[in-house]
Each structure stands twice: as C-alpha cells, then as structure tokens.
Nanobody, 122 residues
C-alpha cells in the first residue's frame, strides 16, 4: 500500500490547514488510520486516529482544535487543523493498517506516508 499526504504548508498563528492522505494499493475500510507528527529533534508523536471498533482518539495537545475524518469510498483520511500554534510545526505523517489496537503508538501501524511539512509562523 502507498499513502500520499497533501495540504501542508506555511500558515500564520491561529490559522487553519487541512491535510489529506490518499491511500492506494489496499483498501482500508474497517481498518485504522491516523496521523502522527515529528518536530525537529523530537520523537514522532501521536496526533489522532480512527478505527470503527474503538472510535476516534486525539492527543491532548490537539483536542478541540484538530479533527480527523475519513472517506472510505475515496480511501482517504483527513486532518482538519484549526487554531494552529507555533508548537504544531512539524512534519505530519499519515498512517494506516493496524497491527495492534494501541492506535496512539507508531508501532501500531503498518503503512506510512512520506510526511508533509506544516509550519506555523508567529
């Protein structure tokens, strides 16, 4: 399977961006999909994930500002990011294909996108 992110870029503090991740080569209906991010010098961290069995979960740092959604017909997952802060600056990665139910862990996902830069300026 291949995952391709789009929609990143530069945005001002308080602004919004919508990331998309289109999957091909495997249909992820009824499977988990999620988003992680990695800032320079930091480990990859969980942002949000969705799975029909366990619902949707968010990192505390983005709860109330970010929304994950998916279109299973298009095999695509989205991340709507509002009220962006400078600390949201990172490379954002799409993930799919659960290996375990611990969706907040990077090791729970089999497939990864190449990552896309999101930069929030002050």
């Amino acid at each position: 399977a291949q995952l391709v992110e789009s929609g990143g870029g530069l945005v001002q503090f308080g602004g919004s961006l919508r990331l998309s991740c289109a999957a091909s080569g495997h249909h992820f209906v009824n499977d988990g999909m999620g988003w992680f991010r990695q800032a320079p010098g930091k480990e990859r961290e969980f942002v949000a994930a969705n799975w029909w069995r366990d619902g949707t979960i968010y990192a505390d740092s983005v709860k109330g500002r970010f929304t994950i959604s998916r279109d299973d017909e298009k095999n695509t997952v989205y991340l709507q990011m509002n009220e962006l802060k400078t600390e949201d600056t990172a490379v954002y990665y799409c993930a799919a294909g659960l290996l375990s139910s611990s969706m907040w862990l990077p090791t729970a996902f089999e497939y990864w996108g190449q990552g896309i830069q999101v930069t929030v300026s002050s």
